[in-house]
């Protein structure tokens, strides 16, 4: 029995109750609350009304059955009919069952609102509470359409009860964040903004909840919030702790009141207003201080309430980033709490200190307690403050210091928790990719990794270091090297084999020449760790022998010894036999040359976002991975600095699968590119064949009818007429692009004499290199013929290429011009930052010939999803929530060419009343932002 | 805001579930289970705070009971935790040196203190006084001990 029984104790339920907790099996608890069900059931089915008390009882013990974790299927209707119960207790359980088994069937919800509704206008402010509460619980769509436009009246009107307005400001709330489309703010605005200045305190910090999110959703609407909000924050720093009443929480003043200001406050930029400004940095300096001031109470209580205001504005601090004298005082009282002995306050330490990592003023002073990080990483108890430790170190590494603290995290890892391997894992490969100054340090790292944490090295990391691998030939003979003398160890992870095997069919060549590692030596070590792989990596192994019979002719007789041996010709597994008996076909049948064609090197992998880094997204989930990505590369935006990893910025390119071996698919010689025959390398079909200027070329008008279309995509097709159609694809990466022009013949008759150029005019022709290869001269009827163009960006251009083709149909000579969609945009790398890192650029190109602005009417339908896919398309990183007004879109990316680099900010502000938009360019260049500005203007 | 709130047990028995957003069933077991999994298995001593997914966990054990509950990303752990705490005493002051036992007679009561406290995962009202003048009004409606005695068990 309860050892207190207040109020209405049910004296029934108690009893069962009971009976629950003295059952000694699962099986003895079922047979008593099926007992209880079927007892419930019949009194509620019974011939005789039940009065409100049983009623109530029922449906309380239903209640209590159900959180135990069973289900229950009736007595929603008796607790629906509780709410219209004049006695408080009675609605109170009613309600209390309906919030918690919600239950969508809509007779009742039409039931319950019509209780709610009810009670709402009762003027009895117990029972608006509990009508109020119902709705936050419940939150459904069904109820924000009953009384989204109710709550707002109650909370602003004169009259109500400070507790009701309370409950109506979160409820208010609640129902902003499932419908916000339902609870139109518009008229109640000011009045929701001066519930600020109210008496109550309970309601001032009800009222800030709601402002600080409908802030975030529409910060220009709320702006006058913030002198309120400062206001009212100043005058309680600077109150004594008796001042605030009840509002004192173990002598801290209003604690939650302070932390929500200060949380409303990082909704916007510091307060331009001077006054108010020095007025927030006052209480900001204040609360420092406060932090030296010894403890007023020993309690927790006491020194948590406190420091959670402290580390609140802290964290405004940082969103601010403009005062540095606040920042370095931050970041030292944050290195204080480092080295405290309370836990939990060097947990928070660690993990704000990565928030001000990422800020440009502040990352070297956070550099500075490298050692106490790295300490902690190897001395706390604690797993999630080391895991802390670990983000922080990630946060704050740069080319400065990434060999040390990838060392310490490698050290780490030997004893990590198992939980967390991983992610370290994905962590050290990260870095080592994007700040290694020397990829020989790269692969060593990587290789080191494999060995120390093998079974957590994911797939994408070992694809990432052969794709890095393959794209830089300066590193290709030092990491077949490694890898063979990795492979000499006796017992070596899996993946080490499937890296060696790969890179050692790649570059075996490379080491070859040394006799203790002559191609037999070679063979004979990978095909020493051959029977203790998985199928997958025997696979591999396979492709790699084909690709040395290829390499090394004299290791042919052997490796076809091998393949033709029953255990590859019959293995069982369709994939492994697949694979041997059409490699030992290969090998006999095919000249040197086709196999030299066909087992070709790998071709560079086209740039795109790290799959490592996506991987280490997805597992953190989005947004917990901001650091080095969005907070420093800023640099490169200015053009300054040129990336010396370009392989970890990001791109948008649609990256293939990340599955680059094609494991477990059809043979299908994994590794010969599919695009072999043209010439692999971007760059090394330019000596071939320069398309001539061809001024002579008879013109006829130039046709551009598709051209705009082709401004925010790559491909689709560019002209039709009744004989031929178009189209083209293309991809570009960095100040190169390729461009494969599909000519397809329509009729039924060959065209002859087929010929095409591309022709640059004027000072195009310095701007823009392109090289065309030449194409078969006939094109059959029906036909398609491809022609591949490489393009490479000299400088920036506004003017665009001429494709003109010339073909011979019926007798006839055809001519057709067609302006080819190779625009300056085509060169943009994207670039993420964040809101703050974003002004800033934003400010500094402020002089009147970086920007170019347009103001100009929708030609489409303004829909959101369409403009982004847009600008996505035009090739800058689309900036999510860096702009307050949510409806704006800004973004940010480099325009790369052969000599110089661009950075380029864009922010389109649409407005659908007008149908208009006004779309602002900032370049370091006027002729880039000039040439942006009207291809992209052109786009809406 | 909060997300979730939860009581449990040191040997994970769920004493109390309030959710501030919307989940199926089938999500809020897992929760459940990720959570009782997760801070019971933690050391005695350790911090309080955890992440979990992209949430932030934030838990503390008063006597045999664990409260804890999942914050969004922004929100202020420390702060938390006094939330926590501050339910404890509206507990106490509620039912007098509270325990886990009174929780599980008179669960209907512990989810009305808290009503009074939290809403829609904000803080509602922070004032101890008057969240405790609240619930005794209410208990003020409701029927006296004799009523309680005379009233049928079953």
């Known amino acids: ?940 | 805001m909060m997300r979730f709130l939860l009581l449990f047990s040191r040997q994970g028995k769920l004493r109390l579930q309030k959710w501030f957003t919307p989940l199926v069933e089938r999500e809020r077991k897992k929760v459940v289970r990720d959570m009782t999994l997760m801070v019971l298995g933690r050391p005695p001593r350790s911090c309080n705070f955890l992440h979990w997914k992209d949430l932030k966990v934030v838990y503390k054990r008063y006597a045999s009971l664990y409260f804890c509950c999942g914050l969004d990303d922004k929100d202020n752990e420390l702060l938390a935790l006094e939330v926590l705490h501050r339910y404890v005493e509206l507990l106490d002051k509620y039912f007098g040196n509270v325990c886990e036992l009174d929780i599980i007679f008179n669960f209907e009561k512990a989810y009305f203190i808290l009503d009074e406290f939290l809403m829609g995962g904000e803080v509602q009202e922070t004032s101890k006084v008057t969240v405790a003048k609240s619930i005794e009004a209410s208990d003020m409606l409701q029927e006296t001990m004799e009523e309680y005695m005379s009233k049928p068990a079953f």
């Not at chain 1, 797993?383 to 670990?390: K, L, P, T, W």
């Not at chain 1, 995290?409 to 370290?424: C, F, G, H, K, P």
């Not at chain 1, 997204?617 to 917990?624: E, F, L, Q, Y």
């Not at chain 1, 010939?849 to 103001?855: L, S």
Request: charged letters at 20%; hydrophobic letters at 40%; proline letters at 5%.
């Open chain 1, 1 to 940: 029995m309860p050892a207190v029984s207040k109020g209405d104790g049910m004296r029934g339920l108690a009893v069962f109750i009971s009976d629950i907790r003295n059952c000694k099996s699962k099986e003895a608890e079922i047979k008593r609350i099926n007992k209880e069900l079927a007892n419930i059931r019949s009194k509620f089915k019974g011939d005789k009304a039940l009065d409100g008390y049983s009623k109530k009882k029922y449906v309380c013990k239903l209640l209590f059955i159900f959180l135990l974790g069973h289900d229950i299927d009736f007595g929603h209707m008796e607790a629906v009919n509780l709410l219209s119960s004049n006695k408080y207790t009675e609605k109170q359980i009613g309600y209390l069952f309906i919030s918690v088994l919600v239950n969508s069937n809509s007779d009742l919800i039409r039931l319950i609102n019509n209780a709610i509704k009810n009670d709402l206008s009762s003027r009895n402010p117990t029972f608006m509470n509990l009508a109020l509460h119902c709705i936050a619980n419940v939150g459904s769509r069904e109820m924000a359409e009953a009384f989204a436009a109710d709550i707002p009246r109650i909370l602003v009107a004169g009259d109500t009860m400070d507790s009701v307005k309370q409950s109506a400001a979160l409820c208010l709330l609640r129902l902003n964040r499932t419908s916000p489309d339902l609870v139109p703010m518009g008229e109640w605005t000011s009045r929701v903004v001066h519930l600020l200045n109210d008496q109550h305190l309970g309601v001032v910090t009800a009222a800030t909840s709601l402002i600080t999110t409908l802030a975030q959703k529409n910060p220009e609407e709320f702006k006058t919030s913030v002198s309120l909000a400062v206001a009212r924050l100043s005058r309680i720093v600077t109150s004594a702790s008796t001042d605030l009443q009840d509002y004192t929480y173990y002598f801290v003043p209003a604690p939650w009141l302070s932390v929500k200001l200060l949380r409303l406050l990082q909704c916007y930029p510091p307060p331009e207003d001077a006054a108010i400004r020095g007025r927030l940095s006052e209480c900001l300096e204040t609360i420092l201080n406060k932090a030296q001031e010894p403890p007023k109470s020993k309690k927790v209580q006491h020194s948590n309430a406190k420091n959670a205001v402290l580390f609140e504005a802290i964290s405004l601090i940082i969103h601010h980033d403009s005062e540095p004298t606040l920042l370095v005082r931050a970041c030292n009282q944050l290195g204080q709490f480092l080295q405290h002995r309370e836990t939990n306050l060097r947990y928070l330490a660690l993990e704000s200190m990565c928030t001000l990592a990422s800020s440009e003023f502040s990352h070297e002073a956070v550099k500075t307690h490298i050692e106490t990080v790295i300490n902690a990483l190897k001395t706390e108890r604690d797993v999630s403050v080391r895991q802390r430790a670990v983000d922080l170190l990630y946060a704050m590494c740069d080319r400065s210091n990434v060999q040390q603290i990838v060392a310490e995290m490698l050290n780490y890892l030997e004893t990590a928790d198992y939980s967390i391997r991983e992610e370290i894992v994905l962590k050290v490969a990260i870095l080592a990719e994007k700040y290694a100054v020397d990829y020989t340090w790269y692969v060593d790292t990587i290789l080191n990794l494999i060995r120390i944490a093998g079974d957590y090295v994911s797939e994408e990391v070992w694809y990432r270091v052969i794709q890095i691998v393959i794209n830089r030939d300066d590193v290709q003979g030092y990491a077949a090297k490694t890898v063979f003398e990795a492979l000499q160890a006796p017992a070596c992870h899996e993946n080490l084999v499937k890296v060696g095997g790969y890179i050692l069919g790649e570059f075996g060549n490379l080491i070859a020449g040394d006799p203790r590692s002559s191609p037999l030596v070679q063979f004979n070590l990978l095909h020493s760790k051959f029977h203790l792989c998985s199928v997958p990596s025997r696979a591999l192994l396979l492709s790699t022998y084909i690709k040395f019979i290829n390499l090394f002719p004299e290791v042919k007789g052997t490796i076809q010894e091998v393949l033709r041996s029953d255990s590859q010709l019959r293995n069982a597994d369709v994939e492994l036999q697949q694979r041997a008996v059409e490699y030992l076909r290969l090998s006999c049948i095919a000249s040197t040359d086709i196999l030299a064609t066909v087992l070709e090197e790998m071709p560079p992998f086209p740039e795109r976002e790290s799959s490592i880094l996506a991987k280490l997204k997805r597992k953190k989930g989005p947004g917990m991975v901001p650091d080095i990505e969005e907070g420093r590369k800023d640099k490169n935006v200015n053009g300054g600095m040129e990336p010396i990893s370009t392989n970890a910025t990001t791109k948008s390119t649609p990256s293939p699968s990340t599955d680059l071996l094609s494991l477990g698919s059809s043979p299908a010689l994994s590794s010969a590119p599919p695009s072999s025959s043209a010439g692999g390398l971007l760059v090394d079909v330019f000596t071939e064949n320069h398309a001539p200027a061809a001024p002579g070329v008879p013109m006829g008008p130039v046709a551009d009818d598709n051209f705009s279309r082709f401004v925010c995509k790559n491909n689709g097709v560019l002209f039709e007429n009744q004989l031929v159609q178009i189209g083209l694809k293309s991809e570009f990466r960095q100040n190169l692009g390729r461009m494969y022009i599909f000519f397809g013949n329509k009729t039924s008759t060959q065209f002859l004499n087929f010929s095409s150029s591309v022709i640059c005019q004027d000072s195009l022709k310095t701007q823009l290199s392109i090289h065309i290869k030449p194409a078969d001269p006939t094109v059959d009827g029906g036909a398609q013929l491809q022609q591949i163009l490489n393009i490479e960006c000299v400088s920036d251009f506004v003017e665009a290429p001429v494709l003109s083709i010339q073909f011979r149909y019926g007798g006839t000579l055809q001519n057709i011009a067609v302006k080819l969609p190779i625009t300056l945009n085509k060169f943009f790398q994207p670039t993420e930052m964040t809101s703050q890192d974003f002004f800033q650029r934003w400010k500094q190109l402020s002089s009147p010939q970086q920007e170019v602005q347009k103001i100009f009417k929708a030609k489409h339908s303004m829909d959101t999803e369409v403009t982004k896919a847009k600008i996505i398309g035009f090739g800058v990183a689309l900036l999510d929530r860096v702009d307050p007004n949510p409806s704006n879109f800004v973004g940010a990316g480099v325009i790369h060419t052969k000599t110089t680099q661009v950075g380029c900010l864009l922010r389109l502000e649409p407005n659908t009343q007008a149908q208009m938009y006004r779309l602002t360019l900032r370049t370091s260049r006027d002729t880039v932002s000039q040439r942006l500005c009207e291809l992209l203007s052109d786009q809406f």
